[in-house]
């Protein structure tokens, strides 16, 4: 409550200089941990994958074999139902009796997490998610790997930081390398990966996060030529010269595919009602789902699967018309069933399949060629889906290795984005969370208490007390005084400490200290000051923990009560700093 010079001295002594950056010697250590999380993300990603390969052998074709293999090629007749159905059934069991955290795409469940499950996952679900998905993927469900991979590889970082008892923000960011190391190891595109982290799942932009994310990408990208696979997952190249005409087309194309991506997460979540409606218990859900999954491969089979073959084809003009109208309208159908029913399974490559078959449809009418319009298309409903434009424009021009066509996927992943956000509350992504109950805000701005100094909004020139004052006069003063509390400095105009009402009626109360001095009384305790190049965010933290309302700001060279903070002004900062967004100013 109080302070004497000599631990206002101490006290002053402890502020740490101003900078930039809050980074330590801690990032260090994180950037340490992120090689072995980095590795296991790789390694994860290549068992997911050899997972994925050897479900799709045993149901389709009767095999053990971890090569890679197409659904497309097996002939199982009145199969194509029944197999979805069964190992949807088995993913139902998995998650009834294993745990309930293996149900959905796999990113909301690791936001979830990080915001407000303090970063913590446990070894069941980095078990059960990657085994779980690859029964689903395998057995025919219209889903990618990359929420699985992400959700295991966020496990192994999480597991890791707290096996050495880490902070909560540092498990966070080992959460995030694991969770962008697996998706580089399963489709090769670290930039994608590092920006996915920030986008999406860092929720703030620190060295701290950042430089051990970049650490893991590349050691996982380092460790994926020798587990997976080198260069490009889809290679091609568009001989297009881009001018005025063809960015314009391609910001025209992310608005409709940002339309697209905004009337699929809709659907979706219209469909999960449905389902939340049935008289059933959830874990019979998949199973039901599964039967239009099966249906929609009795129309065609390249619906069912992660389907990077039809990827493929979209992005070099090698699939039929028919076979991309199929995507786009059968694949939409069962992977909004499918995904709505609860089962594991990710977004993003069914995001970018609909969406490069939009525009390789629309491009059938467009300059350049349909492959061409495929790419845009895939960055535009990404983009508009997941809230995530860089990430999806760096994705797809990394998937393809033709960074020449950037500015093209800029321009669509711009367009969805901007439509996005005007017709949706919520991305694909946040909705999830937000029917627990949870709002999730994914803009970013600087806090002005962080860039607000305490010179700016104290106070100057504070009324004080004098450390000689009686108790009684005091009582006497605070009888008309205007604030809680005010300052009592020496003779010398150095802080003593804090008198405040409460005190005041304490004394009244207790009737023993009437003629003693405010510097008798209050000299046994500390007083917490701030400096007046202090950030308000300092005082703020200051006045959390001490629950003192009145901060002083002393000189730093003569230690005198140079002003004061009160939450008054911190209430105040806020309502000016809204006020900059809203109010429109005259010339």
């Not at 070894?123 to 993927?137: E, G």
């Not at 805000?441 to 000689?468: C, H, I, K, N």
């Not at 804090?498 to 005041?504: A, F, G, N, T």
């Not at 009560?561 to 429109?584: C, W």
Request: net charge neutral; proline share 5%.
């Amino acid at each position: 409550m109080t302070a004497s010079p000599a631990s206002a001295d101490a006290s002053s002594s402890s502020h740490r200089p101003l900078a930039d950056h809050s980074a330590d010697h801690r990032m260090l250590v994180l950037a340490a941990a992120a090689l072995v999380v980095g590795t296991g993300g790789a390694f994860g990603a290549w068992l997911l994958l050899k997972a994925i390969a050897l479900a799709t052998h045993i149901f389709w074709f009767g095999s053990f074999s971890t090569v890679p293999a197409e659904i497309t090629d097996a002939a199982v007749g009145i199969g194509v139902v029944l197999i979805p159905v069964a190992g949807s059934l088995i993913v139902g069991l998995m998650a009834r009796f294993g745990s309930e955290k293996i149900r959905g795409h796999g990113i909301p469940e690791a936001i979830e997490a990080i915001l407000y499950g303090e970063s913590r996952l446990s070894p069941k679900v980095a078990l059960l998610k990657p085994l779980s998905s690859a029964i689903s993927i395998g057995s025919g469900g219209p889903f990618g790997a990359e929420g699985p991979i992400i959700m295991t590889g966020g496990a192994i970082g999480s597991l890791f930081a707290q096996l050495f008892h880490l902070t909560a923000a540092e498990r966070k960011t080992l959460l995030v390398a694991g969770a962008a190391a697996g998706m580089t190891g399963i489709f090769g595109t670290p930039m994608a990966a590092i920006l996915l982290a920030i986008e999406v799942l860092l929720f703030e932009w620190k060295p701290r996060s950042f430089v051990p994310v970049v650490v893991a990408v590349l050691v996982a990208m380092l460790w994926r030529p020798g587990l997976i696979d080198s260069g490009p997952l889809f290679p091609v190249h568009h001989a297009v010269v881009l001018g005025a005409p063809i960015i314009g087309i391609a910001l025209a194309m992310g608005l409709l595919s940002g339309c697209q991506a905004s009337l699929l997460s809709a659907a979706l979540y219209r469909i999960e009602d449905m389902f939340g409606r049935l008289p059933l218990h959830w874990m019979w859900w998949p199973a039901l789902g599964a039967v239009a999954v099966g249906i929609g491969g009795l129309i065609d089979a390249h619906v069912l699967g992660a389907g990077y073959e039809s990827i493929r084809g979209l992005l070099d003009g090698s699939i039929t018309l028919r076979v991309a109208a199929s995507l786009l309208v059968v694949k939409a159908a069962v992977w909004l069933i499918a995904l709505g029913s609860g089962t594991s399974g990710g977004v993003l490559a069914p995001l970018l399949m609909l969406g490069g078959a939009l525009g390789f449809l629309c491009g059938q009418f467009l300059p350049g060629g349909s492959a061409l319009w495929a790419l845009a298309g895939m960055a535009g409903t990404m983009s508009g889906a997941m809230r995530a434009p860089l990430t999806a424009a760096l994705f797809a021009v990394e998937l393809t290795g033709d960074f020449a066509m950037l500015p093209l996927a800029i321009a669509a992943s711009a367009g969805a984005y901007a439509i996005s956000v005007l017709l949706m509350r919520r991305s694909i992504l946040t909705e999830k969370i937000a029917r627990r109950g949870r709002h999730v805000l994914q803009e970013y701005t600087v806090d002005p208490f962080d860039f607000l100094q305490a010179e700016q909004v104290m106070t100057r020139a504070p009324e004080t007390l004098s450390g000689t004052t009686s108790v009684a006069d005091v009582m006497i003063f605070f009888a008309t005084a205007k604030h809680r509390s005010y300052p009592v400095v020496d003779a010398q105009g150095r802080l003593v400490g804090l008198v405040s009402r409460s005190d005041v009626l304490r004394w009244q109360v207790e009737g023993s200290a009437d003629h003693a001095t405010l510097t008798e009384v209050l000299s046994d305790a500390s007083q917490p000051f701030g400096l007046p190049q202090d950030p308000v965010s300092r005082i703020a933290d200051m006045m959390v923990a001490t629950g003192i309302g009145r901060v002083p700001i002393l000189d730093p060279a003569t230690g005198h009560v140079t002003g004061i903070v009160a939450r008054q002004d911190l209430l105040k900062i806020r309502n000016l700093h809204r006020g900059v967004e809203y109010e429109r100013a005259s010339i």
